[in-house]
């Protein structure tokens, strides 16, 4: 089944978090080729304390033969091996962020995981690094692709491609 994870961070070596993340999501045992990555992006704060720094934010597609709650679970790890606490609080700068966002046409709402990702096509900062590896990926409960998804979103905070190989 194929999976997208959001990688993100503003705090600290944003680069290396990001580099190391996605090493680690790569290992993962259960983890398939082909395994895509965009690049990396930089992005204006969204939905974080006031004077926050800008993120940087990427996105991988991997195949994964487990379930996404699995997977959820070995994403929260990598998070606590690069510096997040699993009780930081929602909308506060990161070292980390990794956001499971689909996987395959799974449907799942349940209170620590909502598949496909309930905000995706609100946010810049997901559908440009997507749309560079799927852009005709469309997502259940959605009618147009990621690329018409990533047209409409032109207009919120900036989001300026940074680095193209990482």
């Given at each position: ?61 991997i195949?994964?033969a487990g379930?996404?709650?699995e ?5 929260k790890?990598?998070e ?6 699993p ?9 980390i ?6 996987h ?12 496909p990702?309930p ?9 440009h ?5 799927r852009?005709n990926?469309v997502?259940p ?26």
């Amino acid at each position: 089944m194929r999976a997208g994870i959001a990688l993100g961070a503003n705090l600290g070596d944003r680069l290396r978090s990001l580099t190391v993340a996605r090493a680690r999501i790569f290992a993962l045992s259960e983890v398939t080729p082909p395994l895509l990555c965009s690049s990396v992006y930089e992005t204006e704060p969204v939905e974080v304390e006031p004077g926050a720094d800008k993120f940087l934010n990427a996105v991988v597609e991997i195949g994964y033969a487990g379930s996404p709650q699995e997977l959820l679970q070995e994403l929260k790890k990598i998070e606590a091996v690069l510096g997040r606490s699993p009780e930081h609080r929602p909308n506060e700068s990161r070292t980390i962020d990794l956001d499971l966002l689909y996987h395959g046409a799974r449907v799942v709402d349940e209170p620590q995981l909502q598949l496909p990702h309930p905000r995706i096509h609100l946010r810049g900062f997901v559908l440009h690094p997507l749309a560079e590896i799927r852009p005709n990926l469309v997502l259940p409960g959605q009618t147009r692709t990621i690329d018409e998804l990533n047209e409409e979103s032109a207009h919120g905070p900036s989001v300026v491609r940074s680095i193209l190989q990482w």
